[in-house]
């Protein structure tokens, strides 16, 4: 049976209203007006990112972009890189993949493959371009399924991109960065403190957790990193 994470295509539009492509169409036609060095691709949790502090403080001066889509699926992303949005007419240094916590009728082995195809896409138009790799976020006031579903997807990719013995042209110039720790606490369980809704961060939460993700690409692009 066909990995349907390796599948791409868009999701099925159940409301009618066309937002999705209308989202995808949008960024099309940013890649042809845009002078972004870095691009945030992913879902919500990518999309939301905009409207943060850490954000407007300190990651848009990077010059970056971000085709975020919430509620999207791992073959969503696939599709979309696949259909236009990685056609920049600028240079683009970096890419911040984030995606597969939507994937939950997927196994962990299944959204890894859909996660490495994407970046086989990157490497094949964007040529040795830096990729970030932010780990996959716990979810969930309390422990579930989906939780240890993430830890396992992060499991292949520190697996796949740490261990030297799994070195080739995939994981050339890709970089894990473990943003999962620290946010579920000792008892187990997620404040909303940091996840609002035990699945999106708050503007506090994402400074302490996307942080890393910004110094990274600072590392990256040989640029100061924002006090």
Known sequence: MLNPCVKP???????????????????????????????????????????????????????CINFGIGGDRVENVLWRVRNGELEFNSKIKAVVLFVGTNNIDCTPHEIYEGILEIIKEIKRQLGNVAIVLPTLL???????????????????????????????????????????????????????????????????????VFSKVYEKLCELLNTPVKK
């Not at 000792?186 to 035990?198: A, K």
């Open 138 to 208: 716990p979810r969930g006031h309390y422990p579930n399924q989906y939780r240890e579903r993430n830890d396992h997807v992060n499991t292949f990719l520190l697996d796949k991109f740490c261990n030297e013995a799994n070195a080739d042209e995939v994981t050339e110039n890709c970089h894990v960065v473990v943003i999962d720790h620290h946010i579920v606490g000792n008892d187990q369980t997620i404040s909303h403190h940091i996840m609002h809704d035990y699945l999106h961060l708050t503007n506090s939460g994402y400074s302490k």
């Open 9 to 63: 295509e868009p999701p099925e539009d159940t409301v009618g209203d066309g937002r999705w492509m209308s989202q995808h169409n949008r960024y099309l036609q940013e890649t042809k007006t845009s002078e972004s060095e870095v691009l945030f691709i992913g879902d919500s949790i990518i999309q939301q990112l905009q409207f943060t502090s850490l954000w407007s403080e300190k990651i848009s001066s990077l010059h």
